[in-house]
């Protein structure tokens, strides 16, 4: 017999955001926003597991907890374009667009049975019967408090810091001509449509709603639940000998079961002495028949531990029903979904009970505003502190709404997420500063991952300054138009120290760096200059600035400041009566000669190109070449950190970054510590962030100060794959400060990754508090860029050559890489 769904529908009507069924019960919808997966540790989920027992015990006797949560299966779609999107941006939108991935969305409703209701039963439903009016009138007191029920409810559950709350709205329950409301989304499983879409329901041969056949798995006998629970469990695809990677309990039936389906949790809160005084009766009559049958002596003696544990430990006993519903499009996959759902049962060590005669009545219990019309003989008893075992702890991988950051992907599906690892973490109080280091040995992923950050940040506006060795940065930094400073003696390094940009004038700073890069090119690192010689090389550049003010033909580098040395200073020192033991200019300009014209470094402070290195927003410093060189490499440092120092302190209100690869060994002998230190302690106060990166932790700790400046002073560390760190892996969890959560999550890094998809994972983790693993999963022109595969780089270089340009040459080499597979 066919039924209208207004007609059948058992909701009366929603008032003041309570749904009214035509039985007279009361509901409260509230949609839930949990944590997200694999962030929480062993603490946080016995907190939030505590919590949900402490609201739970808050409701009033007669009173439903409902947690419904929602997946459906989606496809990424990418947002509007960007007005001068780059190439890279559009690449990566392109090879995610149609991603597959699981949305969630969770719903909690409180209700509050009428005190005239019957209990429902499978036998006795408003699926087939039901009143057109309340069977008692609800006054303004019920409401009122039953609503402070719900938000002591409410505010237990936010006061945790883990979740939020919020409470849908008339508009948001019920439908409108163009939208459709919760109620009737759940009655016709519109699978996140806003769109209103009527379906036919029908309950014969199974479940079916439109085109969707559905199957419903039931949880809600005691023999069939598993002999233990808790809060979380051992995630084994991500643990390993040395540590346990955990997931919530119930996370099986949540985002990892990879299908269409609607997870149901009910908790039913009865009269705790009511509750007690029939299980007194119950204990009494199996104590009569105990010696007539073995059932009757276990079940006594299960009922007489269950009403000992009730009194001396003051549990709640409650009734609990745990079901999926389950669906597909396709009826043939009706087979695939049933393995599915059975295989994420059995993980719980649970029994599935695929319900047949019971569905109807049990999918009618499930739309909002109907939870008290739950069959009662689908109920279990059970304690408030094992019911909440079974409940859905998280959600799916949420995007930052901050316009900073990069894109990287969800650890389940790859589906793409904006992360912010700089201002976000700062504006919640979780960082302290932006400082970042990043450590993976050779091919975890490490430069490919940097080449990925790098590029997400000259996107935002940023100022990049980097340091490498290896030329991994070669591809983006030409794919960008930046400046690369590399060495080779067909083209050797050569910076212009003494040009001033645009609209730039000689103040202190400039003054005090080319006086420190002077000195450091005049005295030994274990010969000290004298107070008069620092006094008199501030005199001569004074002097020279005034003389190229004067004669603007004069072109600034350091051959015009040497003549001047030698044809004007000599003679206005002589004239001021300095004496050659308070500053030996002859011995000046001998020492300084090689970089004089004709000198074997004449060419090295005497650029005529890329002279505004202030105003280019990504310059890369190639020093594999020199890294041993004993005069190129202390010039060329100098000349890095006066040009980072000097984008710090002028560049107001713009994002700095300096990113220092395999260099440190370097660096710190040639007595760099003390400008790392510095640009650590200090690049946070002018809107900065300093970035190391390393194969190996002892780079950083084999220097004192390194050490404490960078580790002290970053509080955002991302490893990559340290599998073969296992084993001894404590002692950089000490150093790192790494918590046995942290350690966890940082051993499963590739440990199950998707054979079907090419990506390596990363972890990322903020100040302690905040932690996740992600996918670094990139579009195929994104991977042409970043590559560091010699063979691969070549390809790009020759495809360059041929196009023109290295955006023409990577979209040519994509596509013919397409078009091969």
Request: hydrophobic share 40%; proline share 4%; aromatic share 10%.
């Amino acid at each position: 017999m066919e039924k209208l769904i207004d007609q059948a529908l058992p909701v009366f009507d929603i008032e003041h955001d309570c749904i009214i069924s035509k039985q007279g019960d009361m509901t409260l919808a509230f949609e839930l926003t949990l944590p997200e997966i694999f962030s929480l540790s062993q603490q946080q989920y016995e907190i939030l597991h505590q919590r949900w027992v402490k609201a739970i015990k808050i409701l009033p006797a007669g009173s439903i907890c409902h947690k419904q949560d929602w997946f459906l299966e989606k496809n990424f779609i990418p947002g509007p374009k960007r007005p001068q999107q780059s190439f890279l941006s559009q690449s990566s939108d392109s090879f995610f667009s149609g991603r597959p991935y699981l949305d969630h969305t969770c719903y909690v409703m409180l209700t509050k049975k009428a005190a005239s209701r019957k209990p429902a039963s499978s036998l006795a439903s408003n699926l087939i019967s039901g009143s057109p009016f309340p069977a008692e009138l609800l006054d303004e007191q019920a409401l009122h408090d039953f609503s402070d029920s719900a938000l002591q409810f409410k505010r237990i559950l936010v006061d945790s810091g883990l979740c939020q709350m919020r409470q849908l709205t008339d508009q948001e329950l019920w439908s409108s001509r163009s939208q459709s409301g919760l109620i009737e989304r759940y009655a016709y499983l519109q699978a996140g449509e806003k769109a209103r879409l009527v379906r036919d329901i029908e309950f014969k041969d199974g479940l079916r709603v439109g085109d969707r056949h559905c199957q419903l798995y039931s949880l809600a006998d005691l023999q069939d639940m598993p002999a233990q629970c808790g809060p979380w469990a051992r995630y084994e695809k991500y643990s390993s000998t040395s540590s346990d990677f955990i997931t919530g309990f119930a996370s099986c039936l949540g985002l990892l079961l990879d299908c269409n389906h609607i997870f149901n949790q009910y908790v039913l809160i009865e009269d705790t002495a009511a509750t007690l005084k029939k299980l007194e009766s119950k204990r009494l009559r199996l104590q009569s028949l105990s010696l007539h049958a073995r059932e009757n002596a276990l079940a006594l003696e299960a009922t007489n531990e269950f009403l000992n544990e009730a009194i001396s430990q003051q549990r709640l006993p409650v009734k609990a029903h745990f079901n999926v519903l389950a669906w597909t499009e396709n009826k043939n996959h009706l087979k695939d979904l049933k393995s599915k759902v059975s295989s994420a049962l059995a993980q719980l060590d649970a029994v599935a009970k695929v319900e047949t005669v019971g569905a109807p009545q049990l999918f009618w219990a499930g739309i909002p505003g109907n939870q008290a019309d739950l069959p009662m003989n689908e109920t279990f008893d059970t304690f408030a502190e094992q019911a909440a075992c079974f409940l859905n702890l998280e959600t799916s991988y949420r995007s930052s709404p901050s316009p900073v950051g990069l894109r990287l992907g969800d650890r389940l599906t790859g589906k793409p997420v904006q992360v912010d690892l700089s201002d976000e973490p700062i504006e919640l109080g979780i960082c302290t500063n932006r400082n970042k280091f990043i450590i993976g040995p050779s091919g975890s992923g490490k430069s490919f991952f940097t080449n990925h950050l790098v590029r997400s940040y000259y996107e935002t506006g940023a100022h990049i300054v980097l340091v490498d060795v290896g030329h991994s940065y070669k591809g983006l930094c030409e794919l960008l138009g930046g400046y690369y400073f590399t060495y080779s003696e067909q083209t050797p390094l050569c910076f212009n120290p003494f040009h001033l940009s645009s609209g730039q004038t000689l103040d202190t700073e400039k003054k005090e760096s080319i006086k420190t890069l002077l000195v450091a090119l005049w005295k030994r690192d274990d010969e000290r200059y004298k107070r008069s010689e620092y006094v008199a090389l501030s005199n001569a550049l004074s002097a020279y600035y005034e003389h190229l003010d004067r004669d603007p033909n004069v072109f600034p580098c350091f051959d015009s400041f040497y003549v001047f040395l030698r044809d004007e200073f000599g003679a206005q020192i002589d004239a001021d009566g300095v004496k050659e033991s308070d500053f030996d200019l002859h011995n000046f300009l001998y020492v300084l000669r090689p970089y004089f014209r004709g000198g074997d470094y004449d060419y090295l402070l005497n650029a005529t190109q890329n002279l505004d290195l202030l105003n280019e927003r990504i310059i890369v410093f190639e020093l594999d070449a020199i890294q041993n060189h004993p005069v190129l490499f202390p010039v060329v440092t100098l000349i890095i950190m006066e040009v980072f120092i000097s984008k710090m302190r002028r560049l107001i209100g713009i994002r700095k970054l300096i990113l220092i690869e395999e260099a440190w060994k370097a660096i710190a002998k040639e007595g760099m510590a003390q400008y790392v230190q510095y640009v650590f302690k200090t690049v946070r106060k002018f809107f900065g962030e300093a970035i190391v990166v390393t194969q190996e932790i002892e780079d950083i700790i084999s220097s004192p100060v390194v050490k404490q400046a960078i580790i002290n002073n970053s509080d955002c560390k991302i490893l990559l794959d340290q599998s073969k760190y296992q084993n001894k892996f404590e002692d950089i969890q000490k150093l790192l400060g790494l918590t046995e959560n942290e350690k966890a999550q940082t051993l499963s890094v590739n440990k199950a990754n998707d054979p079907l998809r090419k990506y390596k994972e990363v972890f990322i983790s903020l100040a302690g508090a905040v932690s996740r693993v992600y996918r670094t999963e990139v579009s195929l022109e994104e991977y042409l860029c970043y590559t560091t595969e010699q063979t691969e780089k070549l390809k790009v270089e020759q495809f360059t050559r041929q196009h023109g340009s290295v955006q023409k040459g990577i979209a040519a080499l994509a596509a013919q890489m397409r078009q091969n597979k």
